[in-house]
C-alpha cells in the first residue's frame, strides 16, 4: 500500500524559512512523478513544485520561484521542499503527491494528475 507521510512545516514570520519533507513507502518513488501541492483556507488546491522521477526535470509555481526548492532522494524514499523568503500568502496545508507513472506534468500541474497523496502538513507565515 503506497503511503506518503508529511513532516516539518509549522509557523514562521514573514521572510523566514521553512523545510518539509515527505516519506514514501510502498513503491520506490524513483519511479513516479511527485511533488508538492498546497491549499489554502477556502482556495482550491494549487501545485507549487513538482519534480520529475529522476530530479532532473522541476516546475515551480510562478509565486513561488526563486524562493522556493524541490528535491527529492530515490535512494531515501523521500521529497523535499525547501522554502525560503516565506510570505503570508505562502501559507496553508501542503501536501505530497506522487503521480501514477513516470510522465511528469511540468505545466499547469492538476490535483488530477497525481495518485496518491499524504495527510498534508500546515504551513502558517505571519506578516
Known amino acids: 500500500q503506497v503511503q506518503l507521510v508529511e513532516s516539518g512545516g509549522g509557523s514562521v514570520q514573514a521572510g523566514g524559512s521553512l523545510s518539509v519533507t515527505c516519506a514514501v513507502s510502498?513503491?520506490?518513488?524513483?519511479?513516479?512523478?511527485m511533488g508538492w501541492f498546497r491549499q489554502a483556507p477556502n482556495k482550491e488546491r494549487e501545485g507549487v513544485a513538482i519534480?520529475?522521477?529522476?530530479?532532473?526535470?522541476?516546475y515551480y509555481a510562478d509565486s513561488v520561484k526563486g524562493r522556493f526548492t524541490v528535491s527529492r532522494d530515490n535512494a531515501q524514499n523521500t521529497l523535499y521542499l525547501q522554502m525560503n523568503w516565506l510570505k503570508p500568502d505562502d501559507g496553508g496545508m501542503y501536501y505530497c503527491a506522487a503521480g501514477p507513472r513516470i510522465a511528469c506534468p511540468l505545466a499547469n500541474p492538476r490535483p488530477s494528475d497525481f495518485l496518491s497523496w499524504g495527510q498534508g502538513t500546515m504551513v502558517t507565515v505571519s506578516s
Open positions: 519534480i520529475s522521477h529522476g530530479g532532473r526535470s522541476t
Open positions: 510502498g513503491y520506490t518513488s524513483g519511479s513516479r512523478c
